[in-house]
């Protein structure tokens, strides 16, 4: 695959779209500066706007976690995972 984009739409609320390297497990609440080094993607998006990420999906095997970096979001359930194979 040579990139993926992701849509994200109008909201309220500030958000922050993380693509994180694999095998990096996030475990709420989340705390960015404990993986500021395992970030492939930081993507804000602020409320009231719209953005599309584009990125180059990663090719090192493994989960790869996608979540929202913003306090709360995760537990919101605003995390998923890529998996690369
Ligand atoms: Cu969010």
Redo the contacts with the bound molecule.
């Keep these: 695959m040579q990139g993926s984009a992701f849509a994200l739409f109008d909201s309220s609320?500030k958000?922050?779209w993380l693509l994180l390297d694999a095998g990096v497990t996030i475990t709420p609440p989340f705390d960015e500066e404990a993986v500021k080094d395992s970030l492939l993607v930081d993507q804000d998006v602020d409320a009231g706007a719209s953005a599309t990420v584009v990125f180059t999906a990663p090719t090192k095997p493994g989960e790869h976690e996608v979540v929202?970096g913003?306090a709360g979001?995760i537990e919101a359930g605003?995390a998923a995972k890529l998996i690369v194979q």
Excluded: R
């Design positions: 609320v958000h922050e929202c913003v979001h605003m």
